[in-house]
């Protein structure tokens, strides 16, 4: 198999601090020798679990960037039994772009596993992290929100898995994080994903989904500071006891938690998130957006449940998600 063109400049074996960079080449009129620099950090001390911590796996995501360069910038090797592998800017194009997908190739980081070594730069990226540095990682948290066009509930999140003893394993990191709600997830379009990938390594994975809009809030950034530090407990790397936190437990049965609009138009919300909602509610209506004199179209709640995430800004589109309602469990 063809070697990965990344480089590094730390030394994943090594004890201390370290802060570099992902070297990937990338060749363009500006820059004909020039490469992608990913801000990479490891902390690490004696023998111990290796946690890998990502953010920006899209670039318009900020809890995961907001908490982890903070926790780059403050972590002590003293304070680690064990390897923190830090990413706070895993898509870097696309981050620095602010943008969902990579401006350079539009490749979308977490539907790019397992990567190409010889394909775009998101490949690279995904390709590296797949048989580098997955494979060095005991538990993987990856900080998602929903980016520029949807907002979320702050929730950490599972899968439903074969595998039903991991499955315990991610749940019981996911309660160690502690987001306000805790959710098993379902994806319509898993192919490709982080998450995926090192669930099939039979890794411990969590995923989050904070907030969303295309910014963070001081209160969902607590969340991922908290969560993070907690999650580095859990896992054996930080020393300590966690205090029990409640979380919601939520769960997306099957498909028919996917609201997805089939107009085009100008979006009212009839509902907020964290609303209690029975099947059948008016949830939204999309007015028409080239005349007057035309009657709303209605979405109605197709489940009860609780509103977990909505479509962010004020236009929406046919084919656009609406909103996903999710039940709660207690
Ligand atoms: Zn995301």
Redesign the pocket.
């Known amino acids: 198999m063809l070697n990965s063109p990344i480089t590094t400049t730390v030394d994943y074996s090594k004890d201390g601090i370290q802060h570099g960079f992902l070297k990937l080449p990338y060749s363009r009129d500006d820059s004909a020798w020039g490469a992608l620099m990913i801000p990479i950090t490891v902390a690490q001390r004696g023998i111990g679990p290796t946690v890998l911590l990502t953010g920006a ?2 670039g ?2 900020y809890e995961g960037p907001v908490a982890l360069i903070k926790l780059a910038n403050a972590i002590k090797a003293e304070d680690v039994k064990g390897r923190v592998i830090i990413l706070p800017y895993m898509n870097y194009p696309a981050f620095r772009a602010g943008q ?1 997908t990579s401006p350079i190739d539009k490749g979308n980081l ?1 539907r790019s596993f397992p990567g190409s070594a010889n394909g775009t730069p998101t490949q690279k990226i995904a390709d590296y992290v797949q048989r580098h540095l997955l494979p060095l990682a005991d538990y993987t948290l ?1 900080i ?4 520029r066009t949807l907002d979320f509930l702050p929730f950490a999140a599972v899968h439903v898995l074969d595998d039903k003893a991991q499955q315990a394993r991610c749940e019981l990191a996911m309660r160690a994080f502690a987001a306000p709600y805790s959710m098993t997830m379902l994806e319509l379009d898993s192919a490709g994903m982080l998450d995926s990938a090192a669930e099939a390594m039979g890794k411990v994975f969590v ?1 989050t ?1 904070l907030g969303g809009g295309g910014s963070a809030s001081a209160k969902t950034i607590a969340i991922a500071d908290r969560g993070v530090q907690r999650f580095l407990v859990h896992a054996g790397v930080y020393t300590g006891a966690l205090s029990p936190v409640e979380t919601v437990m939520l769960d997306m049965p099957d498909s028919s938690c996917f609201i997805t609009c089939l107009d085009d138009g100008l979006l009212e919300m009839c509902k907020d998130l964290g609303d209690m909602i029975v099947a059948g509610e008016l949830l939204a209506r999309v007015h028409d957006v080239t005349r007057t004199g035309v009657s709303a179209i209605e979405y109605r709640a197709s489940r009860n449940g609780v509103l977990a995430s909505r479509h962010f800004p004020g236009l929406i589109a046919c084919g656009d998600t609406l909103a996903v309602i999710a039940d709660v469990l207690h």
């Open positions: 796996n899209h318009d995501e969902r977490n990856d998602h929100s929903g980016g995923s989904e």
